[in-house]
């Protein structure tokens, strides 16, 4: 059953995460996204526990612990290398779960399977008199839309246009 038309703008972490969570609750969102191919590229992620619950929640722990290393230990040091502080994740975190590390493009793997995604399109407009948004993509097609999710990082086009012109500020934190 269609509930209403969504629309994620981005399919990175976020907006796959976004899009699992919405077809667990029946929904069919429509995933774009304006980069061409899947790069691989990014760092290792460090999940803790609560991070982990919550891909148990979108029925992903398994995938992700597949592919992850447990961390069951967290050494903290000073500019020195004198330990400061030395955790058991495992007895801090109890039952919540495992912390874990991995590569991004794995996590990233993990959550877009099964998720549609269209590449290469990007958001030009958005408005919204009365009712649902008008949405026209760069490709010069249009679709109507219940909500509009940015979910298209620091320089969100969908942040740009509908809420503020202004770029972001960094905050020096």
């Known amino acids: 059953m269609q ?5 994620i703008v ?12 919405l077809r667990q609750a029946g929904f069919s969102p429509e995933v774009i996204d304006r980069a061409d191919g899947w790069d ?7 999940l803790p526990a609560n991070g982990v619950r919550a891909l148990r929640a979108l029925g992903l722990e398994r995938a992700v612990a597949a592919r992850a290393a447990p961390i069951p230990r967290q050494r903290l040091l000073d500019h020195r290398g004198r330990l400061l502080a030395d955790i058991d994740l495992e007895e801090l975190w109890g039952d919540v779960g495992p ?10 793997e993990v959550l877009r399977a099964d998720v549609p ?47 503020d012109q202004r770029p972001p500020m960094p905050v020096g934190q």
């Open 99 to 108: 912390c874990l590390a991995l590569a991004r493009a794995d996590l990233h």
């Open 10 to 21: 981005g399919a990175g972490l976020a907006g796959l995460a976004l899009a699992r969570a």
């Open 40 to 46: 691989g590229g990014g760092t290792g992620m460090y």
């Open 3 to 7: 509930r209403g038309r969504i629309l």
């Open 117 to 163: 995604v269209r590449l290469g399109r990007t958001v030009r407009t958005l408005a919204r008199l009365d009712g649902p948004v008008q949405v026209g993509f760069a490709d010069g097609t249009s679709g109507e839309y219940d909500l509009v999710v940015g979910a298209d990082g620091l320089h969100s086009t969908v942040r740009r246009l509908a809420v």
